[in-house]
């Protein structure tokens, strides 16, 4: 799988939009964009995903650079709730993919 | 449709015992995964299993340790003769296809051997 190369740490105000970018410059043109957060004593979370357009759902949006070999995790108003380490993850469809996670941004919400 | 099912939540076993751990995963979600985070470090890799198949093996240690996803019932994890660096949170996850898109984890179950 392509290596992936985040911020190893954040910090943010509570109630402020939050930017978290994620360098993929091996990324190939089947591979997806996964973002995945992990807070404090549980188990990974499912945040977003993308290919190449940018994404949006209830929890954040992902925006893909043009060339895709970087993306940006956004957090629209970041909340205490929102601390974690967040993870960026590049999967290749197919029958033995899996999420290889690497060390992942830490990210800091204060009031 | 309760979310993936790990059990026990902590186990704690003696050097030399062995630790069973189960995983149920969602319903109708035929991939498992399990992976492993030592304290303070990240989720590593152990094993990707569809319905009675391995299918990546390559992040387990190729002693003591092993897994299984039978045709009915939970994924199994097992840790033969356990050590103190085994000693960590096992996550599963689960997902209806290769990870093309979501994958769910459980809340793992924390290991500590003493």
């Known amino acids: 799988d392509a290596k992936t190369t985040q911020p190893n740490s954040m910090e943010s105000n509570e109630e402020e939009p939050v930017h978290l970018p994620c360098n993929h410059s091996?990324?190939?043109?089947?591979?997806?964009i996964h973002w995945y957060r992990q807070l404090p004593s549980q188990g990974p979370e499912y945040v977003i995903h993308?290919?190449?357009s940018n994404v949006n759902n209830r929890m954040a949006s992902l925006a893909i650079a043009e060339d895709r070999k970087s993306s940006t995790l956004i957090l629209h108003r970041a909340t205490l709730r929102d601390a974690a380490v967040y993870y960026c993850?590049?999967?290749?469809?197919?029958?033995?993919?899996?999420?290889?996670f690497g060390t992942g941004t830490r990210l800091q919400v204060t009031l | 449709n309760a979310g993936v099912m790990q059990n026990p939540r902590h186990l704690v076993r003696r050097r030399g015992q062995e630790a069973r751990l189960r995983c149920s995963p969602m319903?109708?979600?035929?991939?498992v995964y399990w992976y492993r985070q030592l304290p303070e470090e990240g989720l590593k890799f152990m094993v990707y299993?569809?319905?009675?198949?391995?299918?990546?093996e390559s992040g387990m240690p190729k002693e003591r340790f092993s897994a299984e996803f039978p045709k009915e019932g939970p994924s199994i994890l097992r840790i033969q003769q356990v050590v103190r660096g085994d000693s960590a949170a096992y996550f599963c996850?689960?997902?209806?296809?290769?990870?093309?898109?979501?994958?769910?984890f459980g809340q793992g179950t924390r290991l500590t051997v003493v």
């Open positions: 996850a689960s997902s209806p296809d290769p990870v093309g898109t979501e994958a769910f």
């Open positions: 091996t990324i190939s043109g089947t591979d997806y």
């Open positions: 993308g290919l190449t």
């Open positions: 993850i590049l999967s290749t469809p197919g029958t033995a993919s899996k999420l290889t």
């Open positions: 319903k109708g979600h035929s991939h």
């Open positions: 299993l569809q319905k009675e198949n391995i299918i990546d």
